[in-house]
């Protein structure tokens, strides 16, 4: 239990605070001001290093909700207050409640830095990016959902000044309610739940109703997130409440199955509650003794859950509004929204980052049969606690052991890494290919081949880890330098994959075809083509320095993940009625 708190503790926060930034050396222009439903915002100008002559126009921290304080705090989102005059939109607002000290992870090459830790619950806030100050531009717009385990992270400082210059596209981020306040639930009227899945859902109308006014198009808008990010998108595809706000989706290395829903969300509620000596008589007089808790004290709380619970105990629940049913009886139904959608990996999702959190500070250096063996019983375990669970963990002993070397520390440590990636991140990925194919989607899957330049200290074994991709998408390798401990220079090689990859995305935000570059920019750089998914040609795009395609992506162990180990637990059940 301890190292999977480790690695809820690493995926709540660091491999998503990795693009927390807040462009370091912006250069101030004229100040633009623009007109939303509630009143002007003034923005600033911000600069690539490679296209002076494209000024993106930023506005920070517009309100796009009411602040969820005193009695709105867990309860649903409303509207934003309008305010008057203009409203100073230069300036970052602060992160929704969370524990910062997540973010300082040792061991870690960051080339990037937090502009500043300020948190509070007056944290539903907006970012824009926008290439133009004409209107009636009508550009793409892609919604940004950050990650963080749905315990931490930020919209504020993830800064899209590259792939808004180079792609001529709006590219919007915003904060959610995190953790406790975003996804505690009673399971009943009192609290429902999924709070910050609403307040996705609230960004998403506040993107329809003033986008426009930005350049953007209000009809043409893409979400798209990493990890968590990626997870909440998955939701929003099988709830009926975001039908409509979106209209294409990109899924990176998360998909709800990453994060399953709690089926007893009630209990949690009330250790949460016996921990911060409320009531639980009843779920109404719970409640509002919550409500009056301060929320620093509610993160120290929660933290204890988090050493309690061998899953993460605040996350997306059955509220009967928002998410009706078990997502794979609204697949069985064909009941989801059936827009175009990308889903995808990294080759190494537990290749560093995340391993060192699960295994600790020797990872690196070889692994223990013994250990392994520890690892495969937890995963198998989050699978099926019933009496098939020594199949379960037979089976996924049996399908990675080599038995070139059954003894070798590295070669078992391989297949740690291996193990975990593929049950957290590409099985459910390619399921979700399948899935959403069968319902009439069109569905275009990748992996990630490319690791970034600048991590030095990173072994050459490792691949393309957990979040590598959201460098190039976000253009990092065109962005302002920062004032950093150690110089970071990226390679030709990362600016060439950062474009490849930003334009893979904006052509798909634009056409529904990640290599159609019509009316895209004129430089856009020729893409190869980019096939859809189905289930007669599973074909999958290994992006990197030379984009290609292949079919199949791990055939063997995605048949272990998505077929055997399901259909053992529910012979189990069958058993047991």
Request: aromatic share 10%; hydrophobic share 40%.
């Amino acid at each position: 239990m301890e190292a999977r708190t480790k690695l809820v503790l690493l995926v709540l926060a660091v491999s998503h605070a990795l693009l927390c930034w807040a462009g370091a050396t912006a250069q101030q222009m004229d100040s633009p001001v623009v007109n939303t439903v509630n009143g002007q915002v003034r923005g600033t100008i911000k600069l690539t290093t490679d296209l002076p002559d494209k000024p993106i126009y930023t506005y920070y921290a517009i309100p796009y909700a009411a602040p969820p304080l005193g009695e709105l705090r867990l309860r649903p989102p409303e509207p934003a207050f309008p305010w008057g005059g203009v409203r100073d939109g230069t300036k970052l607002g602060p992160f929704c409640p969370q524990d910062m000290s997540l973010m300082e992870m040792e061991g870690l090459e960051v080339p990037i830095k937090l502009e500043h830790t300020n948190t509070s619950e007056d944290c539903l806030t907006i970012n824009v990016y926008s290439p133009t100050l004409a209107e009636n531009a009508a550009l793409p717009v892609l919604l940004y959902i950050h990650g963080g385990g749905l315990m931490a992270g930020m919209g504020s400082h993830h800064g899209f000044e590259g792939l808004a210059a180079h792609q001529e596209v709006v590219v919007v981020t915003f904060n959610y309610r995190l953790g406790m306040l975003g996804f505690l639930s009673t399971g009943d009227k009192y609290a429902p739940g999924n709070y910050g899945l609403l307040d996705q859902v609230q960004a998403m109308v506040w993107v329809k109703d003033n986008i426009q006014s930005f350049g953007g198009n209000p009809d043409k808008v893409t979400l798209f997130g990493e990890s968590a990010g990626g997870v909440s998108i998955s939701y929003h595809y099988l709830s009926p409440m975001s039908k409509g706000l979106f209209h294409r989706g990109i899924s990176q290395s998360g998909i709800w199955q990453t994060m399953p829903f709690n089926t007893n969300p009630l209990s949690v509620a009330k250790s949460l509650a016996d921990e911060l000596k409320c009531t639980t008589m009843t779920t109404a007089a719970m409640m509002a003794c919550l409500r009056t808790k301060p929320f620093d004290e509610i993160i120290d709380k929660s933290n204890v859950l988090l050493e309690r619970y061998a899953v993460e105990p605040f996350v997306p629940t059955l509220d009967g509004k928002f998410m009706r049913a078990h997502p794979m009886d609204l697949f069985e139904r064909g009941d989801i929204n059936k827009v175009d959608y990308i889903v995808g990996v990294n080759n190494h999702e537990f290749g560093w980052m995340l391993a060192l959190a699960v295994a600790g500070e020797n990872y690196g250096s070889g692994m223990s049969q013994e250990d392994y063996t520890n690892f495969v019983q937890m995963v198998a375990y989050s699978k099926h606690q019933g009496p098939n669970l020594g199949k379960i963990t037979e089976a996924i002993l049996e399908e990675y052991r080599d038995p070139e070397k059954p003894d070798d520390p590295m070669a078992i440590q391989n297949q740690f890494t291996q193990m975990y990636g593929d049950s957290m991140f590409v099985a459910p990925a390619v399921l979700a290919a399948e899935k959403h194919t069968a319902a009439g989607a069109r569905v275009f899957l990748y992996e990630n081949q490319y690791r970034p330049s600048v991590f030095h200290r990173r072994p050459d074994w490792a691949g393309s880890d957990h979040f590598d991709d959201m460098y190039m998408v976000s253009g990092l390798p065109f962005m302002q330098p920062y004032d950093l401990p150690e110089p970071v220079s990226y390679s030709e090689d990362d600016k060439k994959v950062s474009l490849e990859i930003m334009s893979y995305w904006a052509n798909f935000a634009r056409t529904g075809n990640p290599a159609d570059t019509t009316g895209g920019p004129a430089d856009s750089p020729t893409l190869p083509p980019w096939p859809e998914y189905t289930p007669d040609n599973p074909v999958y795009m290994k992006l990197g320095l030379e984009p290609t395609t292949a079919v199949g992506l791990k055939p063997q162990k995605m048949k272990l993940w998505n077929e055997i180990i399901p259909n053992l637990d529910i012979a189990a059940q069958k058993d047991e009625l």
